[in-house]
């Protein structure tokens, strides 16, 4: 996948403009707040996710505008295609190939991006839900049809809690769970099989690459764990009967909660660095190079389903690494299409972009980098 260009309008602190990045590695330098990041999280839409600073739809708009635009040419399943949004009243509207598109759910998984940034710290060191959400993340990319069962599953689960409210003030409602329990754990069998077999493509990726991060050190034990009793070996319908049994057991439990204590939303992946928790023994280095792996292989694992590789964004990570790790993780990329944000150029780059006051200018271009 090849990025050939970008242009934004009306988006963040961003002046209107078109750039044309290299296939290679593109540093985006400036001091802070110039708008480093916001190229980075507008790349990012364009695989159809959410910002990854958690931003809502109207506050990409640049301040005192009523829209924004942005558009990309890029280079996927052997052909150059466009994709455009129009940003305004809380909504993002998608048009590929110049083809408007409905639900922005029709485009996920024809931009694939992978990104890096210092908050992702949080995979190792906050709760189970930053997990799942990277889990999701990725499969969403790799399979789009596995957002619409996740979609499904929440929606469902979003009733059976109400359900569960509403059941001690009205107890002939009980009877109605069962059939509420039936669809949960038919798509959230659906989905942890997904989830499984996902993982079991990533976890010895990401073991070889913290087993180089470390020198063979120290070992990386990554694992899936369904908190209903389902195990990695059993097929859909087990795995749908281990949760309808889980659900059906937990029924009074949840009544009492008044919402639903198990099924896929609350399952984890445990990290352990040398047989050890790395959330609670790991140190922060080795929590740096957990995180590090696991994002490698996120991007060698979608690169490998999907016959090309992602566009890597890496916003402000290499001045967290030491040199050495730094060194390993621009080796590990080399080939595919990276950006870089920095406040010091560092990196050898074969485009150098700086940011000032939301303008951006290509202050370097050093063509013959690649064929060295
Ligand atoms: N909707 C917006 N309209 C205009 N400016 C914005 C908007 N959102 C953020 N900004 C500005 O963008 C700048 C931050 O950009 P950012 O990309 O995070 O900087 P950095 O270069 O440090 O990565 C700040 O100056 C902020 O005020
Ligand atoms: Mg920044």
Not at 113 to 128: C, E, Q, R, T, Y
Not at 319 to 329: I, K, T, V
Request: proline fraction near 3%; include cysteine; hydrophobic fraction near 35%.
């Amino acid at each position: 996948m090849i990025l050939k260009s970008l242009e934004f309008e009306n988006y963040r602190n961003l002046l209107h403009t078109v750039i044309n990045p290299d296939e290679g590695i593109n540093v985006i330098c400036g001091e802070n707040a110039q708008g480093k990041t916001n190229i980075l999280e507008c790349i990012w839409l364009f695989t159809g996710g959410r910002s990854f600073r958690g931003a809502k739809e109207n506050e990409l708009i640049r301040f005192g505008e009523k829209y924004s635009r942005i558009k990309i040419e890029f280079f996927s399943e052997e052909r150059d295609q466009t994709l455009e949004f129009m940003i305004q009243n809380g909504k993002r509207k998608a048009v590929l190939n110049d083809v408007p598109k409905q639900y922005l759910s029709q485009i996920i998984g024809k931009f694939c991006a992978v990104v890096f940034s210092p908050n992702h710290l949080s995979l190792i060191k906050d709760g189970p839900e930053e997990r799942r959400g990277f889990i999701d993340g990725a499969l969403c990319q790799i399979k789009p049809s596995y957002a619409v069962t996740v979609t499904r599953y929440r929606r469902i689960l979003n009733e059976r809690n109400a359900l569960l409210k509403d059941i001690p003030r009205q107890r002939e409602l009980e009877d109605t769970l069962e059939v509420w329990d039936r669809r949960l754990a038919s798509e959230g069998a659906a989905a942890a099989a997904e989830r499984i077999k996902y993982m079991n493509k990533l976890i010895p990726t990401a073991f070889a690459f913290y087993d180089g991060i470390s020198g063979g050190r120290e070992k990386l034990e990554l694992q899936y764990k369904m908190n209903f009793g389902g195990t990695e070996d059993m097929s859909v319908p087990e795995l749908e009967e281990a949760l309808y049994n889980s659900l059906r057991k937990r029924r009074s439990d949840d009544i009492y909660c008044g919402y639903t204590t198990a099924g896929i939303h609350r399952d984890d992946i445990i990290v352990r660095i040398n047989g050890k928790d790395s959330r609670a023994y790991g140190s922060q280095g080795q929590q740096r190079s957990a995180v590090l792996a696991l994002k490698l292989a996120e991007a060698a694992t979608l690169g490998r389903e999907k016959g090309e590789s992602p566009i890597i964004l890496l916003d402000d990570v290499l001045s967290e690494l030491d040199p050495s790790r730094q060194d390993y993780l621009l080796r590990r990329l080399s080939g595919m299409q990276v950006f870089i944000t920095c406040c010091e150029q560092t990196v050898r780059a074969e485009n150098v972009f700086r940011v000032t006051d939301g303008a951006v200018a290509c202050i370097e271009k050093n063509e013959d980098l690649s064929d060295e």
